[in-house]
């Protein structure tokens, strides 16, 4: 591990909220983790980084149970939550938003939220959790009645995005939310995660646009082939020379 | 539910129509032994009968898309409950109806259980396996259901009692769509229609929503087999396992337009109706019409007649409908 003092950030005293512990994980047979470690703690915006096939999108899934988990353990809130499938992570506060936008294509942009609200009983919860969505995005709110497949790729991932929100998550994993958007949507996104964070939500965020992710993050960690290589804050990995050499191509 | 507001009166106005028009079917329907001759009333059962399986094979695979090739395995299932229990043990009709839905559903989630966990081509194949074996597995065991030579019960007339039963099970199966499309669950059943990885990450949870769906599905359809073996009082594995059944219960389905309340009705009554006219001069067409009947509505309107209503401003986007 290179990089110095400055890329070597001591372990937390606090639990974080989310911690992932040394996880081997893959697809059948197929080994795509090798023991791989990261924290997110209450309110902080986390960057998984790397380059193709470093495993990132293999964490999040790791952490939602589609990905088998044959070694490790994931930790959220005090509670052992290794395997635990993404249909139970919801109650305990954690919104999942897959890589592609997987909106209901059939489906208004509104019963798209109802979707993402069912397990929220209160009526006024519900629909204190509709206006926040629509303050935070307002073109949906202009589009409820649209059907969301035929709506333009950014406002797909805002649709997906709210979604998630609609639970009132203490912590959000995101795959890939700028990837295939046009330049404006792109900063639309990150835009939305700064603003997310200043609310306070905590987020795992695995992104190729590594620079504005580094730009926004509390910490980062660089994977490379399944494993880590580097961590630190997202200002320290910026200026890191091995991350520029690594991965951001200098 | 909610593009339905979007025209507001008017389109409150067709929804009623529509349900009205549907309603007087139904009563229509069962006024019309006092009317017309056996023949015609063999034929409205029979066409009740396949607006039953089309309605019940729409439950699991209009709403979730887990298309199945194999629905006839829980009509046949029904079938040979009720004909064993009537053949057998001389249970008085009802008794042997209820056993039928019991054999079905419990069918139904041993089946679902693992089967239910493949996928969209692996599913509708995996399940038309398991219809034909069921059907070898019947033939087999023929001390106890007549094997190929089927299975004859005493004969009894009981056309207007099998009618009646036919018919509000039809209700039945209708007034069950509607209470799921109009209820949160309709939408989470159309959500894993949708896109699976994103109901599951809504929280919905697929797996046990599925394995509902799917027993009930497979009890309704074994009812229907059910009043079937007791209606006809002979039935044989060929019959009641015929994939036929399962093709022209899609082919309904789909015409009038899958995940809809009232599509299965509307296309088992014009295919009912088609099949009758051609059934007379051209005995094998029917099933050939079935076939191509899949095709054209798969390549030119894939939501049914309902989802061209729908596009065209004739119908409300509403999912009551």
């Known amino acids: 591990m290179t990089g110095g003092a400055e890329a070597r950030i ?9 911690s992932v512990d040394d996880v081997h994980a893959g697809y059948g047979r197929v080994r795509v983790l090798h023991g791989v470690s990261a924290a997110v703690e209450a309110g902080q915006l986390v960057g998984l980084i790397g380059p193709n096939g470093a495993g990132k999108s293999t964490i999040l899934k790791a952490i939602t149970g589609f990905a088998r988990v044959s070694a490790g353990r994931i930790r959220y809130d005090g509670q052992d939550v290794t395997g635990v499938r993404a249909d139970r992570l919801v109650p305990l506060g954690i919104a999942y938003v897959p890589q592609g936008r997987l909106v209901f294509a059939q489906m208004t942009v509104h019963e798209n939220l109802e979707m993402g609200a069912f397990t929220v009983r209160d009526a006024g919860a519900r629909q204190e959790a509709f206006s926040r969505v629509y303050d935070l995005f307002p073109r949906l709110a202009d589009r409820r009645t649209q059907l969301a497949g035929t709506m333009s790729g950014g406002e797909q991932q805002m649709v997906a995005i709210g979604r998630g929100l609609m639970v009132r998550p203490r912590l959000m994993l995101l795959d890939e939310p700028s990837l295939g958007l046009a330049p404006r949507f792109v900063a639309l996104v990150f835009e939305t995660l700064q603003s997310l964070k200043a609310q306070g939500l905590a987020m795992l965020v695995v992104e ?37 050499r690594l991965y951001l191509g200098d | 539910m909610v593009a339905a507001s979007v025209t507001g009166l008017a389109a409150r106005r067709l929804t009623s129509g529509y349900t009205a028009a549907m309603v007087l079917l139904g009563v229509g329907v069962s006024l019309l032994p006092l009317m017309v001759s056996n023949y015609i009333l063999t034929f409205v059962l029979q066409a009740l009968m396949a607006c039953a399986l089309a309605g019940s094979w729409n439950l699991i695979s209009g709403f979730t898309g887990y298309v ?29 109806i209820a056993s039928a839905a019991i054999v079905a559903g419990c069918a139904g989630l041993c089946l679902g259980y693992p ?41 009894q007339d009981v056309l207007l009692p099998a009618y009646f039963s036919m018919l509000a099970l039809v209700v039945l199966i209708v007034a069950i769509t509607r209470a799921v499309a109009t209820r949160p669950v309709g939408l989470r059943l159309l959500a894993i229609r949708e896109d699976e990885v994103a109901a599951e990450v809504t929280g919905i949870q697929t797996t046990r929503l ?36 399962t093709v022209r219960a899609i082919a309904m389905t789909m015409l009038g337009g899958q995940g809809t309340v009232f599509g299965p009705v509307i296309g088992s009554v014009v295919l009912s109706v088609i099949g009758e006219v051609t059934w007379a001069r051209f005995p094998f067409l029917h099933n050939a019409v079935s076939g191509a009947l899949i095709v054209v509505i798969v390549l030119f309107i894939p939501r049914g007649v309902t989802g061209v209503l729908q596009d065209r401003g004739v119908l409300p986007r509403s999912r009551t409908l």
């Not at chain 1, 005293?13 to 989310?18: F, I, K």
């Not at chain 2, 001390?143 to 089927?150: D, H, K």
Request: net charge neutral; glycine share 12%; hydrophobic share 50%.
């Open chain 1, 10 to 18: 001591p372990e937390p005293l606090a639990t974080p909220l989310l």
């Open chain 1, 208 to 244: 190729q646009n590594a620079a504005q992710t580094l730009a926004i993050a509390d910490r980062a960690y660089l994977l490379e082939l399944g494993r880590n290589r580097l961590e630190g804050t997202g200002a320290d990995l910026l200026a890191n020379p091995e991350t520029r």
């Open chain 2, 68 to 96: 199945s090739f194999g629905h006839a395995a829980f009509f046949g299932l029904g079938a040979y409950a009720a004909g064993i229990a009537i053949a057998k043990a001389a249970v008085p009709a009802p008794v042997a």
């Open chain 2, 115 to 155: 089967a239910l966990r493949l996928r969209g081509p692996y599913f509708a194949v995996g399940m038309l396996g398991v219809a034909e074996a069921l059907r070898v597995g019947i033939t087999v065991a023929e001390p106890v259901t007549g094997g190929g030579r089927g299975l004859v019960m005493p004969p």
């Open chain 2, 210 to 245: 599925k394995l509902v769906a799917f027993a009930t599905s497979a009890t309704l359809a074994g009812v229907a087999g059910g009043i079937y073996a007791w209606h006809m009082s002979y039935i044989d594995p060929t019959t009641v396992f015929a994939g036929s059944l």
